[in-house]
């Protein structure tokens, strides 16, 4: 940058197509001997940043360098190359796609050329002029461009990836029949968003949001916080509830079994992205038995029967377990009566069995019974997919 001064060593401006003479006078014999060369010029390779990975993006290259400029009065093009390394969760895969880059104006060193982005994972093949790039939640994804100049080899460019993220929703209480994606009524669900853009404080919980929806209709905004500082992951616990469970009415809904809840977190980068998650309710059981606990009388030797309904177990059992709790003055019997329930009307869901009360406690189908006063009665029905 300094100024420059004849023989100082320094030719300039040198661009592309100047004529550099180097002459020598030979004294003997008398003349002058010239080789001329002309200069070539490089500049650089560019890419726009960030990169959007998702489909019909495009990725934007640039190259200046006025070596390519070769006609005044007409647009030229020139060939670079478009290296792309994408990581993602899924697998990892490397696309190396070719991209034409055309003279942005007459007589101008800047050339300029696009490629559509696919994340059709059928689409991923090298040389397809598409190129293959995806990259969610908390993965590192790089775009590179390489240029060879003709004249002073290779250069590059990176440009960083935004990343697309992901949502997840599960039941605090695994194992709801029907599978991973069911949850019983009035349990709790966990959502999880994963976004590493989102991480915009190293030491601060960040925040993210997303949108609860119901099939029934209605809908509300819940805010998740990262997980741990500078983990780009944020979770949040959303309850739910049906018209009578829990009592507190805490949660969305109500919800009746075979509604669904869907969770939906909007992308700011890439903008217009959108993750989703759904999950579907199964209803919550009922139990109940004759006479009824603690409010009835009964007689030593009489039956207690007891009925669980679970919809949510029709299609797939037609048997079910209740445990049955006796308290009362004088009981000394430790742990409870396992019964098994039958459904009387085969896939109905419903499923009735009975016990005998009793002081002898003879059998494993029995409970026991004193006469005393004070007894009582729990039936207790683990439904799939809930608490303790």
């Known amino acids: 940058t300094a100024p420059l001064v004849a023989g100082d060593g320094r030719i300039s401006p040198v661009v592309s197509g100047t004529l550099i003479t180097v002459v020598y006078h030979d004294q003997s014999p008398m003349q002058d001997v010239s080789e001329g060369v002309l200069g070539t010029d490089y500049h650089s390779v560019s890419l726009a940043s960030p990169v959007d990975p998702f489909e019909g ?18 647009s030229q093009s020139v060939a670079a190359q478009l290296s792309v390394r994408a990581t993602t969760s899924v697998d990892a895969f490397v696309d190396v796609e070719s991209v034409t880059l055309t003279e942005t104006a007459l007589d101008s060193p800047v050339f300029t050329g696009s490629l559509v982005v696919t994340t059709d994972t059928a689409a991923k093949t090298a040389g397809d002029s598409k190129l293959f790039d995806v990259c969610e939640g908390l993965a590192s994804c790089t775009v590179t461009a390489t240029y060879t100049d003709p004249n002073w080899g290779g250069f590059t460019a990176a440009a960083s990836n935004t990343r697309a993220g992901t949502i997840s929703v599960s039941p605090m209480h695994s194992g709801a029949t029907g599978g991973a994606t069911r949850f019983v009524v009035g349990e709790d669900l966990e959502v999880t968003v994963s976004d590493a853009d989102l991480n915009t404080s190293p030491t601060a919980f960040d925040t993210a949001t997303v949108r609860v929806s119901l099939s029934t209709g209605g809908a509300a905004m819940v805010t998740l916080t990262e997980a741990a500082v500078n983990s780009g992951v944020f979770t949040a616990v959303v309850a739910t509830r049906s018209a009578t469970f829990p009592l507190s009415q805490a949660g969305v809904g109500p919800l009746s079994g075979n509604d669904t809840l869907t969770v939906t977190y909007t992308d700011a980068a890439p903008l217009g992205h959108a993750a989703s998650a759904t999950v579907t309710a199964n209803p919550r059981a009922s139990v109940s038995s004759e006479p009824l606990p603690a409010t009835h009388a009964n007689t030593l030797g009489g039956n207690v029967t007891v009925t669980v309904s679970d919809p949510s177990l029709a299609s797939s059992s037609d048997f079910c377990n209740v445990s049955i709790y006796a308290t009362g003055d004088g009981i000394t019997a430790s742990g409870p009566v396992v019964v098994v329930l039958t459904a009387a009307v085969p896939g109905s869901g419903v499923y ?3 016990v005998l009360t009793t002081s002898t406690l003879m059998s494993t189908s029995e ?8 007894w009582a009665y729990r039936a207790l029905y683990a439904q799939p997919g809930t608490s303790p």
């Open 352 to 354: 009735s069995g009975t």
């Open 57 to 74: 993006a495009m990725v934007h290259v640039t190259v200046t360098d006025s070596d390519w400029n070769t006609a005044a009065g007409s």
């Open 367 to 374: 409970v026991p019974y004193n006469g005393q006063s004070g």
